[in-house]
């Protein structure tokens, strides 16, 4: 079944601290540096609608994303969401960032996504493209912000009172607009449903403040934080 929703699990660090801290106790992982790029109209009809465009690279891979907004309340720890995401020739994705992306042509190839989960599901993917494709109406989309990341995938094994549990987490540190520099942990999960992700967060909260007397938050996505920074005052830029 190809992959089309993302059950997400967003921990924000209280500083660079603690980001080291995670770091030095786990061990080196596998490192990305990723440059993410994010497209709208000029009215900015889809951030209006909450749903992203993202154009990322990191090493040689390029990469399109398209994600829908969560369904819940702001600041639940674990969030579900669509994401569609297809590699794009890096000729395109230059040619996108240079000159704008025509969107219609990848709807068109999430369109052959066949959920096998029921009626529902596919009646929730093709609203979510329908809309999509209507608010592209044919137009290129533009970037209009980026921020790099630099993510490390560990991984990670837990006990609780359930057992062992295995977890793949990611460990980024990420520069926004302005110079701001977030601390984060993701375990991701591209399935369509994930009960383990309440007890992954429970485990993983208790892990961090008792071994690392660390205390999280639960993180915004980073593009809701972007739109945020934009949104300042050109004198707040700077604030850190």
Do not use: Y
């Not at 990305?32 to 891979?61: C, K, M, W, Y």
């Not at 980026?146 to 991984?155: A, K, P, V």
Request: overall charge negative; hydrophobic content about 35%.
């Amino acid at each position: 079944m190809t992959a089309w929703i993302e059950t997400e699990l967003k921990l924000a660090l209280p500083d660079e601290a603690a980001w080291n801290w995670v770091r030095s106790r786990l061990g080196q992982g596998k490192v990305v540096e990723q440059t993410n790029h994010f497209l709208d109209r000029s009215d900015r009809a889809f951030a209006s609608a909450r749903v992203g465009i993202r154009l990322r690279s990191e090493g040689p891979r390029r990469l399109l994303s398209l994600k829908g907004e969560s369904g819940q309340a702001d600041l639940e720890p674990v969030t579900r969401r669509i994401e569609l995401e297809t590699a794009i020739p890096t000729t395109e994705f230059d040619r996108a960032l240079a000159k704008g992306l025509e969107l219609a042509p990848w709807i068109a190839k999430w369109r052959e996504i066949r959920p096998e989960s029921g009626e529902p599901d596919r009646l929730e993917l093709g609203a979510f493209l329908d809309e999509s494709e209507r608010l592209s109406s044919g137009m290129l989309l533009e970037r209009h912000a980026s921020f790099s990341n630099r993510r490390e995938t560990i991984g990670l094994t837990l006990d609780d009172s359930a057992g062992e549990l295995e977890l793949e987490i990611e460990l980024d540190r990420t520069t926004f607009p302005g110079g701001r520099i977030d601390f984060e942990i993701e375990v991701e999960r591209t399935s369509e449903r994930d009960g383990m992700m309440t007890r992954t967060h429970r485990a993983l909260s208790e892990w961090l403040s008792q071994e690392g007397h660390i205390q999280t938050s639960v993180a915004e996505s980073k593009l809701a934080r972007l739109h945020a920074i934009l949104e300042m005052p050109d004198d707040s830029h700077s604030s850190g």
